[in-house]
Every structure is written in structure tokens, then in C-alpha cells.
């Protein structure tokens, strides 16, 4: 199938609202993308019209979006679009644009941003390979995942320590 797919980078217009439908979650917020030209004759910069976005993200990307967006923020959203028209209370036909986000994330271009993983997913695609150990049928098969630095994500790259010593020598042949 053919979707109308966009990338829109900008700024979240105001906090974004998480509710329930059924079941599943759903955190809406409105998006302001306004573009930016640089003159270069005077090397002054400008301000073009912002358009506004109407985004929904669904199930864990809406509970992660409600926890981690705020006004104000910086964000790049991937999705699909899709344009809308009513008429207003004033009688007037108004046209808007709302996307369905597949990935929304901070713009790291304009500020840093820190990832925690959600337990509930690492658990999620880790627990049915895990079972109790024989030894210790009490023991928590997601402890060692849950154990600072165990995440292998997290881990580096492993390199020779620095004061190990080797045993190789030199020999020479005398022709």
C-alpha cells in the first residue's frame, strides 16, 4: 500500500495530552515547523510562515512521548500524513495536517538528549528465552539484565589490559 509519508522537524507547540482509547494509549500534541532563510546579502537570517502539525503517536511510542516531550522541544517526527478539512463554528473551511508518527525523537541538532530503555520492552523480548536456573529456582531470570552495566548495549568493546605483559622474544639467526 501507498502512504503519503513525511519527516517534520520543529518544535512541540504545547504539551503533549496521553489518554486511553479502548485499551491502547495515545499521546497527541500540535507541532510548529517554521522555516528559516538566510539572507546572504545582509547575513541576517528570517523567519518564514510556521505550519502547524497535529501528531499522534500510539501505544508505547504515546506513553514514551508523554514522558520525555515537553513544550518547547525540539523534535524530528516520522509518520504518516494525512490532510483534513472542516468547517468551523464560524462557518469557514479549514484545512489541517495530521500525522500518525512511526518515530519521534529530539533533534539533536539544536540540544542533547539521553535514552533510557523501557523495562517493560527489554523484558518483553527477553523473557521467553530465559527461564530459572536448576540451581536456583528463585532467582530472577531479568536480574543480570537489570544489573548496572550489564546491559550488552552498554558494553565496550573489549581491549588487552594495559599491564599485561607478553612472553615473546627476540631471536636471531647468525648466518
Request: charged share 25%.
Amino acid at each position: 500500500m501507498n502512504e503519503a509519508t513525511i519527516t517534520l522537524r520543529g518544535n512541540v507547540g504545547a504539551d503533549p495530552v496521553v489518554r486511553s482509547v479502548g485499551d491502547v494509549s495515545v499521546a497527541n500534541f500540535r507541532m510548529a515547523c517554521t522555516p528559516r532563510k538566510l539572507n546572504r546579502a545582509t547575513g541576517e537570517w528570517s523567519d518564514g510562515v510556521t505550519q502547524w502539525f497535529s501528531v499522534s503517536a500510539w501505544r508505547q511510542l504515546g506513553e514514551n512521548v508523554g514522558r520525555s516531550l515537553r513544550k518547547g522541544d525540539a523534535v524530528v517526527v516520522h509518520g504518516r500524513l494525512t490532510a483534513r478539512s472542516y468547517v468551523n463554528k464560524d462557518g469557514l473551511e479549514v484545512n489541517t495536517f495530521e500525522v500518525e508518527a512511526n518515530v519521534v525523537g529530539h533533534d539533536l541538532n539544536r540540544g542533547l538528549s539521553s535514552l533510557s530503555r523501557n523495562p517493560r520492552s527489554l523484558a518483553a523480548a527477553v523473557a521467553p528465552a530465559l527461564e530459572p536456573r536448576e540451581d536456583d529456582p528463585e532467582r530472577d531470570p531479568l536480574a543480570d539484565w537489570r544489573a548496572p552495566g550489564a546491559d550488552p548495549w552498554d558494553q565496550k568493546p573489549a581491549t588487552p589490559d594495559e599491564g599485561e605483559a607478553t612472553d615473546e622474544t627476540e631471536t636471531s639467526v647468525a648466518a
